[in-house]
């Protein structure tokens, strides 16, 4: 009976794991400042005063910044 209860207690579910793993990487999260600065290119040329707003607006898609804009206006929490 011993030697089941011993057992019992070491056993670590994948699931109950995963939530300590997750928690724990939660933790470190929070705990961290972390800030962002993405660079836009307004030009291929990188002229002064010239906007290419379709080169912009793509760098912005695939820096996930009009995702983030999105989920911020559906009012879910976050920031950015």
């Known amino acids: 009976a011993a030697t089941k209860a011993k057992k019992t207690a070491s056993f670590s579910s994948v699931g109950k794991r995963f939530v300590n793993d997750l928690n724990s990487l939660l933790v ?4 961290a400042k972390a800030f962002f600065i993405r660079c836009i290119k307004p030009n291929m040329e990188q002229a002064a ?8 607006l793509d760098q912005l898609r695939c820096s996930g910044v009009v995702e983030a804009v999105r989920v911020m ?3 879910f929490p976050t920031r950015i």
């Open 73 to 75: 206006q559906e009012a």
């Open 49 to 56: 005063k010239s906007f290419t707003p379709t080169m912009v």
């Open 28 to 31: 470190e999260l929070r705990s």
